[in-house]
Structure formats: structure tokens, C-alpha cells
């Protein structure tokens, strides 16, 4: 089964952004360098006994130039602290990237796997794998190999969704 570069770039992002939270390294370590640096430039400072405008922090510069590319016209964060600041800059431009290239139905489930509550936010695995061989109507009526494998994969779906209700309710208990 192969997925195409869309559904990969879609499974790539955060559940928050309609994704499966499959992150890819080179998508959080802009974000993760700039935060660290960030939320050290203070304990940094005292180190070394002076204030930050007197020291570079080396690569720090080369990282913002990166950000201001991979995200153009995009501001630094508000809290330069947070990595998850830094990172849904960017995944909302592939986000949005993704909205103005999908088909309509494509579109139609990105847009509810990100509604808030959505029972389908980051269970939605059916669907995604599916559009990979076509629409989910030609699949129930491709034989018993097809009506097998929709099986599984509901079987499956239903097991990340109870797993997904555990882990809320224990992040609740917390």
C-alpha cells in the first residue's frame, strides 16, 4: 500500500491539524532549536555574566533566516519559548497548502478531522488509506479481498478510538 505525497504530508502533521502526529524530524527541529534557545537565553546570560544583546548565540541567526524562509511572511511567535509556537506557524501553512490542492472531498475531511471534538481527529486512518486506491464506494465493491482488508482497517479504527478515549481520560486524571 502506498500513500501519495499529500496523504504523507497530511499524516505528517500534528492531530491538531487534521494529521496523524507521524512528525517528521526535519519539520521539528527549526522549531525545537529556536525554543531551546529561547528558554535559555537567560540562564545563558547569567552564565556568562552578561546581558544577551553582548553575546551571539552561535547558529541563531542562520535558524531565524530559516524560519523566515520555510514561513514567509510569517512574524516570529509571540512566545519565542514554546516549540509548539514556533511549529504551528509552519503546519499551518502546509495546512492551509493542503486545503487550496485537495478535492473536495479531501478537503471536506481534512476541515472536520480538525474540528474540535471531532471523533474523526486523528482516527480518521479509513478514509485517508482508502482514497489511496480509490473512493471508499469502489472499495466495498471490490471483492472479499477488499470487504477483508475494510474490515482490519475498521477493526483497527475503532481500536485507536477506544485508545484514544483511555489516554484523555487518564491526561484528565493528571
Same mark, same amino acid.
Given at each position: 500500500?502506498?500513500?501519495?505525497?499529500?496523504?504523507?504530508?497530511?499524516?505528517?502533521?500534528?492531530?491538531?491539524?487534521?494529521?496523524?502526529?507521524?512528525? +517528521?524530524?526535519?519539520? /521539528?527541529?527549526?522549531?525545537?532549536?529556536?525554543?531551546?534557545?529561547?528558554?535559555?537565553? &537567560? @540562564?545563558?546570560? +547569567?552564565?556568562?555574566?552578561?546581558?544577551?544583546?553582548?553575546?551571539?548565540?552561535?547558529?541563531?541567526?542562520?535558524?531565524?533566516?530559516?524560519?523566515?524562509?520555510? !514561513?514567509?511572511?510569517?512574524?516570529?511567535? /509571540?512566545?519565542? +519559548?514554546?516549540?509548539?509556537?514556533?511549529?504551528?506557524?509552519?503546519? +499551518?501553512?502546509?495546512?492551509?497548502?493542503?486545503?487550496? !490542492?485537495?478535492?473536495?472531498?479531501?478537503?471536506?475531511?481534512?476541515?472536520?478531522?480538525?474540528?474540535?471534538?471531532?471523533?474523526? &481527529?486523528?482516527?480518521?486512518?479509513? /478514509?485517508?488509506?482508502?482514497?489511496?486506491?480509490?473512493?471508499?464506494?469502489?472499495?466495498?465493491?471490490?471483492?472479499?479481498?477488499?470487504?477483508?482488508?475494510?474490515?482490519?482497517?475498521?477493526?483497527?479504527?475503532?481500536?485507536?478510538?477506544?485508545?484514544?478515549?483511555?489516554?484523555?481520560? @487518564?491526561?484528565?486524571? /493528571?
Amino acid at each position: 500500500m502506498q500513500l501519495n505525497e499529500q496523504s504523507w504530508t497530511q499524516a505528517s502533521l500534528p492531530i491538531r491539524f487534521g494529521g496523524l502526529g507521524i512528525r +517528521k524530524i526535519s519539520s /521539528v527541529a527549526l522549531p525545537a532549536f529556536l525554543s531551546s534557545v529561547h528558554s535559555s537565553a &537567560n @540562564l545563558i546570560s +547569567k552564565i556568562l555574566r552578561a546581558p544577551p544583546s553582548n553575546f551571539e548565540i552561535a547558529g541563531l541567526e542562520e535558524a531565524r533566516n530559516a524560519f523566515l524562509i520555510a !514561513c514567509p511572511g510569517q512574524n516570529f511567535p /509571540v512566545s519565542p +519559548k514554546s516549540q509548539r509556537s514556533w511549529d504551528d506557524l509552519n503546519c +499551518k501553512l502546509t495546512y492551509d497548502n493542503l486545503l487550496s !490542492c485537495s478535492t473536495d472531498s479531501a478537503r471536506a475531511r481534512l476541515l472536520a478531522s480538525t474540528e474540535a471534538g471531532s471523533d474523526v &481527529n486523528g482516527c480518521d486512518i479509513m /478514509v485517508g488509506i482508502s482514497e489511496s486506491f480509490g473512493m471508499l464506494e469502489d472499495l466495498i465493491g471490490g471483492g472479499s479481498e477488499w470487504q477483508r482488508l475494510l474490515q482490519r482497517v475498521s477493526q483497527t479504527q475503532r481500536q485507536l478510538q477506544v485508545l484514544l478515549h483511555v489516554c484523555q481520560r @487518564l491526561m484528565c486524571r /493528571v
